[in-house]
C-alpha cells in the first residue's frame, strides 16, 4: 500500500505546529503539499488514496470533539427554541447567500449546489455533494476555504463585533465554519464555546443535508 500521502500529511504536520509559525498549519501544509506533487510530478488522485484515512477520520475526530458538548449541554438547553431557530437561520442564510454569489459570479447550477454545503463538515458536505450529482472537489475546496477562514478569523471578527458570550461564539462559529471554527475555541481551551460549536456543526449538518436536496427538487 502506498503511503507517501499519509507520511508526507501528517510529517508536515507535526513540523509546522513545532515551529509554531503564525500561519495557519492547515494552510501551510495545502500549499506546500500541492508544491511537492507539483514539483515531483506527483499523480493528486493516487496522493488522495494514499491519504484517505485522514478523511476518514475527520468523522471520529468530530465525535470526540462532542465531550465537551456532554459535559456543558444543560448551558445550550436553557433556551431551545432561541438556540434552533439560530441554526435554521444561520443554514438558510449560508445557503441562499452562497447560491446568490455564485449565481452573480456566472457559475452553473450544478457548479452552485456542489457549493452549497460549505458550512458543513467535510464528511456530510461530500455526502451531499455526491447526491446532488455535484462535483466533489469542488465541494471539497469551498468546505476547506469556509472552515479556515472561519478558523483563522472568526473570533476576531466576534471580538470587533464585541460579542462575548460563549454560547453565541460557538454557535456562530459552528454554524459557520464547522469542525474547523470547533477546532479554534478547542485551541483556546472554551469549553462553553466547544460545546456550543459542536451542537451547531451537528445541527447545521443535519439541516443542510434536509434542504439541500429538497431544494434541487424544486429546481
Known amino acids: 500500500m502506498n503511503l507517501f500521502g499519509l507520511i508526507i500529511t501528517i510529517a508536515l504536520f507535526f513540523i509546522f505546529k513545532r515551529f509554531k509559525l ?8 495545502g500549499v506546500l503539499i500541492i508544491l ?3 514539483i515531483f510530478d506527483i499523480d493528486y488522485i493516487k496522493y488522495n488514496e494514499s491519504a484517505s484515512i485522514l478523511s476518514f477520520l475527520i468523522a471520529p475526530a468530530t465525535i470526540a470533539l462532542a465531550y465537551p458538548m ?3 449541554y444543560h448551558i445550550l438547553l436553557t433556551n ?6 439560530s441554526l435554521l437561520t444561520a443554514t438558510i442564510t449560508a445557503i441562499i447567500s452562497t447560491y446568490f454569489c455564485a449565481k452573480l459570479f456566472g457559475a452553473d447550477f450544478r457548479i452552485i449546489m456542489s457549493m452549497l454545503p460549505k458550512s458543513t463538515t467535510m464528511p456530510i458536505a461530500l455526502e451531499i455533494s455526491k447526491g446532488i450529482n455535484g462535483y466533489g472537489e469542488i465541494t471539497a475546496v469551498v468546505v476547506a476555504l ?3 477562514f472561519g478558523g483563522v478569523f472568526g473570533h476576531r471578527i466576534l471580538k470587533y463585533l464585541k460579542i462575548k458570550n460563549d454560547v453565541v461564539i460557538g454557535l456562530a462559529l459552528g454554524s459557520a465554519s464547522h469542525v474547523i471554527g470547533t477546532a479554534a475555541c478547542a485551541d483556546r481551551k472554551k ?3 466547544v460545546a456550543a460549536s459542536t451542537i451547531a456543526l451537528i445541527i447545521v449538518g443535519i439541516l ?3 434542504i439541500i436536496p429538497f431544494l434541487k427538487k424544486l429546481y
Not at 22 to 29: A, D, E, L, M, T
Request: charged share 25%.
Open 22 to 29: 503564525k500561519i495557519p498549519i492547515i494552510i501551510s501544509v
Open 36 to 38: 511537492i506533487l507539483k
Open 70 to 72: 456532554y459535559k456543558n
Open 80 to 85: 431551545k427554541r432561541a438556540l434552533y431557530l
Open 146 to 148: 469556509t472552515g479556515v
Open 191 to 193: 469549553d462553553k464555546q
Open 208 to 210: 443542510t443535508t434536509i
